[in-house]
């Protein structure tokens, strides 16, 4: 058997005992602790609420899973009791604690909720918990079953109850603190005094009794019944003999509700992967145990396991230098071939280059004549251009002129009408000379881009084809005598069409991006102008035409923004012209000449045209 084997088995062993010891020692606690101090209809106490915290978190570190209430009413209690019942079925440990007002009724025993108001025996059916729900719900457990009742303080509801019950009942059960349970078979029953008689709450944090018990359960290794007789005496010797609490206790074996420091817990909490250190770490503080063997067996798997792993890793190492080394030499090998292959294509080059030297002298001075040729025609070209601008930036001012006559004429040649189409045509006549002259401006430089552009590619294509008949003459040259020149020069001839074809691609697209700058400098600078005069028509009529990105935005933005000015400005405006005399001539003039808004300017020159059409109106 190899030695992997015998490990592998050592691990299966560990594993499976591992599994057993964890289920053996393995238990199931619950716990469910209540603590009321803010009663509604009774005396206030101090101290049970403070009494289920501490006592709560006592028993989480016992490995308890705690249910806790504090001033619970009636409906939490029942509640809190009903989700006790169902975590305890099965349970190996059931604890019940209840901190607070508590009495007893003919022979029965109750507790309080904070919202306890008893009037009479019925309502304390149906206002209390009683202690026969809460020993059914310990039932649900199947193993020790713990109830602990600090709950015997003096409570005025007794007198109260007794007082209202003395002519409902013949005979009147009521009595100071809790009555003693019988049938506890299986039970813990601990109470924090002796029956028929009230424990004190205590004037520090806790209640004496509950003082006691939370410091006598963080002690090791007290069986259960010795824990509440060391509780008992705490609480004796610290009420002055004032106190004496009671237990009732009926297991049939000894049980420990604190076994921290024992082999098997020890044992159980390292668990199933615990390290070398902590095996070693068991077997040094209990050397007797049961487990001691177990944890030798566990520690030869671990240290099984890492040697293999040290021995592989160091495998893996030298796997990893060897790799590394390989790829060492065969990079340096392709480096070698790629140097050669790039020299053996340098060495063809330049013997195609020697006979392309020779023609290449006379190709530059042929293309020099040709491109002084091609400027001059293209300057030509654009001197046409030019004038074909300017008679277009003629026709414009002819029109313009035309359209301002026909708004003189409109304005029935009346002096402030004749000021007023002078200055419209002005700005119309001053904007449309701006914009010819820009336009002008931009189709110059358009123009002359592209002669730059086409003279270059023109060139470019000349020196291509030229290297392209230079390498088909000498490849045909040497096909008959040498097929491997006759490759290369194939090579080159399509490295030489792929770069022309490139050099094809990459002019049309600085073609297509020039075209799009000068539309959007144009947009540009028409956006400027319009946002800058805040002409709402002339911005939403670019903005249907606009075709530079991004820019169909920035007219939004400041079409909202001009939105609410120009509705104030021309209800502003409307109000103005309702104060104005609609007889006063002058006045309407003067507005229609003065008013921004576009619809109070058109009703005013409407009232003006009306007056002067009746040969009305008030005169000045």
Known sequence: MNAGFKIALAAWSVLLWSLFSLSAFADKRVALVLGNSAYAHVTKLSNPANDAHDLAETLRGLNFDVISATNADMRALDSALEEFERKSQGADVALFFFAGHGLQFKGQNYLLPIDANLEDEVSLRYNTLSIEKVRDALGAASGVKI?????????????????????????????????????????????????????????????????????RLKEPNLEIATLFRRVAQDVYEQTGGKQRPELSISLLQDFYLNT??????????????????????????????????????????????RREREEMNRQIAALEAERRRFQEVEAKRQAAEKRDQEQAEIDRLAIARQGQERLEAERRQAEALQAKKREQEELEKARQAAQILENERKEVERLAAEQLVKQRLAALKLE?????????????????????????????????????????????????????????????????????????????????????????????????????????????ADFNRLSARKQKDGLEKLKAQVTCPGLAQSIDKILAELAPTEAKICADEGQTLNKIDKNDLAALKDFALKATCASARKSAAEQVVKLQATGGGLRR
Not at 152 to 180: F, H, Q, Y
Not at 188 to 213: E, K, M, W
Not at 261 to 277: H, K, P
């Open 147 to 215: 109830m602990i009742l600090d709950a015997c303080r003096n409570n005025p509801l007794s007198d109260k109850l007794i007082v209202r019950s003395a002519g409902l009942t013949r005979a009147v059960e009521l009595t100071r603190g809790l009555a003693r349970l019988d049938r506890t078979e299986g039970m813990v029953v601990a109470y924090a005094t002796q029956a028929d008689q009230v424990a004190q709450d205590g004037s520090g944090r806790n209640s004496p009794f509950s003082s006691a018990l939370i410091r």
């Open 260 to 305: 921290r420091d024992d082999d098997a817990r020890f044992w159980r909490r390292i668990g199933a992967n615990a390290s070398e250190s902590e095996l070693h770490d068991f077997i040094t503080k209990f050397p007797s145990s049961p487990f001691v063997n177990d944890a030798q067996n566990r520690i030869y798997v671990l240290e099984g396991v």
């Open 416 to 524: 402030e009408d004749k000021k007023e189409a002078e200055r419209l045509a002005a700005e119309a006549q001053e904007r449309k000379r701006i914009d010819a002259e820009r336009l002008a401006t931009a189709e110059r430089e358009r123009i002359r881009q592209e002669v730059e552009r086409l003279a270059a590619e023109k060139r470019e294509q000349e020196r291509l084809a030229a290297e392209k008949r230079a390498a088909e003459a000498l490849a045909a040259e040497r096909l008959s005598s040498q097929k491997p020149e006759a490759d290369s020069l194939e090579k080159v001839r399509t490295r030489l069409a792929a770069l022309e074809q490139e050099k094809r691609q990459q002019i049309e697209q600085d073609a297509a991006r020039e075209k799009q700058d000068e539309n959007c400098a144009r947009e540009t």
